[in-house]
């Protein structure tokens, strides 16, 4: 299974981004996904998410501004940073917890990790 992640890059305080995250492999079916963020010196946190049972959950500090989205058919999940400030800089990765076909284990993957940084 391999999550391939796109759409950071550098943006002005105010500004929008879309980060996207698609899934491949021989997955069966993913349980929850999400996006977790890292800032330099600082441990990762979570972004938004989707859990187990579909409802979602966004950082404080991101409510209002970011939306969380899926394309189930196409194993992918998506970000919409809106409003974006400086304080969201940081490493973007995409997290899916998921079933491979003929294993009966859930297992968690994270994506490569996509940069985006908010400045003027």
């Known amino acids: 299974v391999q999550l391939v992640e796109s759409g950071g890059g550098l943006v002005q305080p105010g500004g929008s981004l879309r980060l996207s995250c698609a899934a491949s492999?021989?997955?069966?079916?993913?349980?929850?996904m999400g996006w977790y963020r890292q800032a330099p010196g600082k441990q990762r946190e979570l972004a938004a998410v989707?859990?187990?049972?579909?409802?979602?959950i966004y950082a404080d500090s991101v409510k209002g501004r970011f939306t969380i989205s899926r394309d189930s058919a196409k194993n992918t999940v998506y970000l919409q940073m809106n409003s974006l400030k400086p304080e969201d800089t940081a490493v973007y990765y995409c997290?899916?917890?998921?079933?491979?076909?003929?294993?009966?284990?859930?297992?968690?993957?994270w994506g490569q990790g996509t940069q985006v940084t908010v400045s003027s």
């Open positions: 989707f859990t187990g049972g579909g409802s979602t």
């Open positions: 492999g021989n997955i069966f079916s993913i349980n929850a």
């Open positions: 997290n899916m917890d998921l079933y491979t076909s003929g294993d009966s284990v859930r297992k968690n993957y």
